[in-house]
C-alpha cells in the first residue's frame, strides 16, 4: 500500500517540541534565579566563618594563658626564698677580697670596754699582696729546698770522703825545721804564684784524692771552714818565723777532711787535712799560699829556701 500522508501528525509535533524548550527554558530560568538569590547567602556565611576564626583563636589564646597562669601562679608562690641573715665584718671584708682581723677589748679581758676601730687597730691584705706573699713563701720554700740538698750532698760526700780515706795523726812531714813541705812526695807542681795574668796567689800541687796535708810551720789555726769561698775546704794557719809574721794557707781538701779547728795550736808537719778537689777547682790538688805581713809571697820559692 501506498503511504498515506497525515499532515495532522506534523502539525501535533511541532507544539509538543516547543513546549519542551520552553520548559527547559522556564527550568534554567528558575535554576539562575535560585543561585542569584542564594549566592548572597554563601557570602555572608564566608564572611562569618573568617570573622569567627580569629575570634576562635583568640579564645584558645585566652583558655591556654589562663590554664598556664592556673598552674605556674601557684607554683611561685610556694618557692621560699632563703632570708637574709645578718654578716659580720669578717664576712664582708672576705667578699671584697680583703681579711679583716679586729683586736678586740674582749680578748684583752675587759668586755666592756668599747672596741677601737680605727686605721692602727686592724690589717687589711688586699688581692695585690696576697700575691706577693704567696711569691715571697714560694721563693723561701725554694731556698729551703735548695739549702736542704746542697746539705745533703755535703754530707753524702763527707760521709764517703770518711769512709774512702783515713788519716794517720801520728804522721808528720819529713824534716827538721822549723817549716816543712805541705805534701810528702808523690806530688807534681801545677801553676805558680802570679799565673793566670797575675791572679794566682798560690802554688797547685797536684797529688791524688786522700793525700796527707801538713802544717809548714808550727802556730795557731785562724780558720778551719768546710766552705771558704772559692777555696772550698781549707785551713789558713798563723806563725811567727824568725821573727817574721807568716800566714800559710791550704785550699780545695775533701769535705770532712780537717783535722784541726780554729784557735788550735800545731806543730811543724802536723797532719792538717787531706787533698781533694772542693771550691772552685777541676783536680785533686793543694792551693798552697803564703803570706809575710799581709803581703803574699811565692809560696813555692819561700818553703824551698826555708824546709829543713
Given amino acids: 500500500m501506498a503511504e498515506e500522508n497525515h499532515p495532522h501528525d506534523d502539525h501535533v509535533a511541532v507544539p509538543a517540541s ?31 566563618s573568617a570573622t569567627r576564626r580569629p575570634l576562635r583563636n583568640l579564645v584558645i589564646f585566652s583558655m591556654v594563658g589562663g590554664l598556664v597562669a ?41 668586755a666592756e670596754e668599747p672596741v677601737d676601730l680605727g686605721r692602727e687597730s686592724y690589717s687589711a691584705t688586699t688581692a695585690e699582696e696576697i700575691e706577693e706573699k704567696k711569691a715571697e713563701e714560694a721563693a723561701a720554700e ?6 736542704r740538698l746542697a746539705a745533703a750532698s755535703a754530707s753524702a760526700e763527707q760521709e764517703s770522703s770518711q769512709s774512702s780515706y783515713s788519716v794517720d795523726l ?14 810528702a812526695g808523690g806530688y807534681t807542681v801545677g801553676d805558680g804564684f802570679l799565673a793566670r795574668g797575675g791572679s794566682h796567689m798560690g802554688v797547685d800541687l797536684l797529688a791524688p784524692a786522700g793525700t796527707p796535708i801538713y802544717a809548714a810551720a808550727g802556730g795557731v789555726v785562724r780558720m778551719s771552714q768546710e766552705s771558704l769561698g772559692g777555696y772550698g775546704v781549707a785551713v789558713v794557719i ?16 775533701i769535705y770532712g777532711s780537717r783535722q784541726v779547728v780554729a ?3 800545731v806543730a811543724p808537719g802536723q797532719v792538717i787535712g787531706l787533698v781533694g778537689t772542693t771550691g772552685r777547682s777541676t783536680a785533686n790538688h793543694l792551693h798552697f799560699e803564703v803570706a809575710i805581713g799581709g803581703s803574699n809571697v811565692d809560696p813555692w820559692a819561700w818553703v824551698q829556701q826555708n824546709a829543713g
Avoid: F, W
Avoid at 77 to 98: K, R, W
Fill in 18 to 48: 516547543r513546549r519542551d524548550r520552553a520548559r527547559q527554558m522556564a527550568t534554567r530560568a528558575k535554576n539562575s534565579v535560585a543561585r542569584r538569590a542564594t549566592a548572597p547567602a554563601a557570602r555572608a556565611r564566608d564572611a562569618a
Fill in 263 to 265: 784557735g788550735q795550736t
Fill in 142 to 147: 725554694a731556698a729551703a729546698e735548695r739549702a
Fill in 170 to 183: 801520728s804522721m808528720v812531714a819529713p824534716g827538721s825545721g822549723a817549716v816543712r813541705y805541705p805534701l
Fill in 70 to 110: 592556673t598552674v605556674g601562679l601557684p607554683a611561685y608562690g610556694a618557692i621560699t626564698l632563703p632570708s637574709e641573715e645578718p654578716q659580720t665584718l669578717q664576712q664582708v671584708a672576705e667578699q671584697d677580697a680583703q681579711s679583716l682581723v679586729i683586736a678586740s677589748a674582749a680578748d684583752a679581758g675587759d
Fill in 238 to 253: 798563723d806563725h811567727v818565723i824568725n821573727g817574721q809574721s807568716v800566714t800559710t794557707t791550704y785550699g780545695h781538701m
